[in-house]
């Protein structure tokens, strides 16, 4: 099986309002870089891709066949408290502050204006999930 660089064998691919500011929070909210740009003849956005750490995203803007959605997504960080400070200063709502959890992540929660909530992560020690 062929995967294209940068992606995995699941791709988050949002449908949404004002895709084209939902595309610059990813880009300055969550550091994340366009990697390619598809528009339609009315000049909105049919398939954004971003790249945000070693994994890619789509975006498109919503239409009436596939309407806008929110969903939630774990994203992993090397700095959590830096990177929720990026995504407040971009226009987050705080869900949760950054904390040291009992599963071994430093993690906090933002929801973005398009209403996805973004678990943001540190992994702080070296070793797998335990139940």
């Not at 099986?1 to 895709?19: C, H, Q």
């Not at 550091?31 to 994994?55: D, F, H, L, W, Y």
């Not at 890619?56 to 990177?83: E, K």
Request: glycine share 8%; with cysteine; hydrophobic share 45%.
């Amino acid at each position: 099986m062929y995967l294209p660089p940068g992606f995995n064998t699941i791709t988050p691919y949002f449908f949404v309002d004002r895709a084209e500011a939902f595309v610059r929070f990813l880009i300055d909210g969550l550091g994340g870089a366009e990697t390619c740009r598809t528009m339609r003849p009315n000049g909105v956005i049919q398939n954004v891709q971003v790249q945000i750490g070693n994994s890619t995203v789509m975006v498109s803007q919503a239409t009436a066949r596939y309407p806008a959605m929110s969903a939630a997504f774990y994203l992993y960080v090397a700095d959590a408290d830096a990177a929720m400070q990026r995504a407040l200063d971009h226009g987050a709502i705080l869900e949760m502050p950054v904390a040291d959890m009992p599963y071994g992540d430093r993690q906090g929660g933002v929801k973005d204006a398009h209403g996805n909530i973004w678990w943001i992560s540190q992994r702080i020690v070296e070793e797998p999930y335990r139940p």
